[in-house]
């Protein structure tokens, strides 16, 4: 039996790209890259399904929300450490 085959992320934006411009049919297409009209069908779906959250606000926000996020956690951690060391000198350990 044959191992399936992966491919990169990069390869499949560019051939759902390509789908999507309409340029080709999906036959054209799949002889082109080597892959079955289904797949390229179902990488189209994810890319138009996924378009309207890359404008919306709240993507664009996600990156300071994420770097506010980790600067809470290293507070956290600051916070931690300095009670644990606390406490390990009152009880002697």
């Known amino acids: 039996m044959s191992e399936r085959r992966r ?40 890319v138009q399904e996924g378009l309207p959250e890359l404008f919306s606000r709240q993507g664009m926000v996600g990156d300071g929300c994420r770097e506010a996020e980790i600067k809470e956690l290293h507070a956290k951690i600051g916070q931690l450490t300095v009670e644990k060391d606390f406490l390990s000198r009152a009880f002697g350990r």
Not at 29 to 46: E, T
């Open 7 to 46: 491919f990169s992320a990069e390869f499949k934006a560019r051939v759902a790209l390509e789908a999507l411009s309409g340029m080709h049919t999906m036959a054209e297409l799949s002889a082109k890259h080597g892959v079955h009209p289904n797949m390229i069908g179902q990488w189209k779906r994810r």
